[in-house]
């Protein structure tokens, strides 16, 4: 699954790679974590590609009550059928701007965080899809997203048994098309970016608390060991 990452490239870099226009600044952010407002990528009603925030944590439209635990994976394997996600795979498939995420591994009888980034150290994004709720009256609404994930076969197998599906840059149009129906075997067929694109390290564990959102997320855990020393 994916339940934390980071994105840290600059505007410029947003710009470049998703074709969007963009004047607000955003900060680097290291440990993003559920129920967080987080940037993604979506067609406009004119089919151009437009950068906005949404929370994490999927919350369906036809939901009645949206205090319920949200869902930030859709299984790729169910993603069709489930009524949960069924009007968003056709219709509001996203981007979700990305730098790397992090996946907790047992080692030693202890939970150790690893990062798992680009090899290329590039600006990639997750697919996802993403939904409007809006309350009983109309009064208030909340835009929301969840990221795709797939049994992980390769590499990535050896710190965690499912990996989040990324697009290649050259296919964001092709993702965020939306088809209704979905093309017989679209997500079966999707060139999505193949698990030896990335590498994997161990990082530190203050990337298991949400209040650490520094570049001391990235540090080895050999770091935290010496500086325990003194």
């Known amino acids: ?11 410029d870099a947003m710009r470049a790679v998703f074709k969007v226009k963009a004047d607000a600044n955003f900060p680097a952010r290291y440990n993003i974590a559920p129920k967080q407002p987080v940037l993604v990528v979506r067609h406009d009603d004119a089919g151009i590609p437009e950068l906005v925030a949404v929370e994490w944590g999927f919350v369906p439209e036809w939901i009645k009550d949206p205090a319920k635990e949200p869902v930030i994976n859709a299984r790729i394997e169910t993603v069709e059928a489930k009524p949960y996600f069924r009007a968003s795979i056709k219709r509001k498939r996203c981007l979700v701007p990305m730098n790397g995420w992090y996946e907790w591994k047992t080692e030693g009888g202890r939970k150790q965080p690893y990062l798992i980034s680009p090899s290329d150290g590039s600006l990639m994004a997750f697919a996802g899809v993403w939904s409007t709720w ?12 969840a990221i795709l994930t797939a049994p992980a076969t390769g590499p990535l197998s050896s710190v965690h048994h499912r990996r989040p599906m990324v697009v290649a840059n050259a296919d964001h149009d092709a993702w965020l098309t939306t088809h209704d129906p979905l093309p017989r075997r679209f997500l079966e067929d999707f060139p999505f970016v193949g698990e030896r694109a990335f590498d994997a ?13 520094g570049p ?3 540090d080895p855990p050999e770091h935290e060991r010496q500086t325990s020393l003194f």
């Open 216 to 218: 001391e997320c990235l």
């Open 201 to 213: 390290r161990p990082v530190s564990t203050r990337v298991g608390n949400v209040r650490f959102d």
């Open 1 to 11: 699954m994916c339940g934390r990452y980071l994105m840290t490239s600059p505007l």
């Open 134 to 145: 809006h309350g009983p009256g109309g009064e208030h609404w909340l835009e929301t997203m």
